[in-house]
């Protein structure tokens, strides 16, 4: 299939001069870095957080209901 892509005049060159000196083509050294993408992309595993809850009761009474300002407060004390 034929698609137009853009690419930087630097990057161009480079590739022309590496598709010469390894007497392949541009559209070669492209496909070769796609499939090594795609491929890296196939393998990586999904991201999984762990686990990070903790045993307990939830907060301290006195917080149970308490606001986003009254938990800075305690988090932070002055400086809040």
Known sequence: MKTTI???DPLL????Q???RKHTTVRALVE???????????DRKP??????SVSGNGPRPDLRDAGHEDWLRVVYGDRA
């Open 6 to 8: 853009d690419i930087a």
């Open 13 to 16: 060159a480079e590739a022309k």
């Open 18 to 20: 590496v598709a010469a």
């Open 32 to 42: 070769d870095g796609l499939r090594l993408v795609l491929e890296s992309e196939r």
């Open 47 to 52: 991201f999984k957080l762990r686990d990070g």
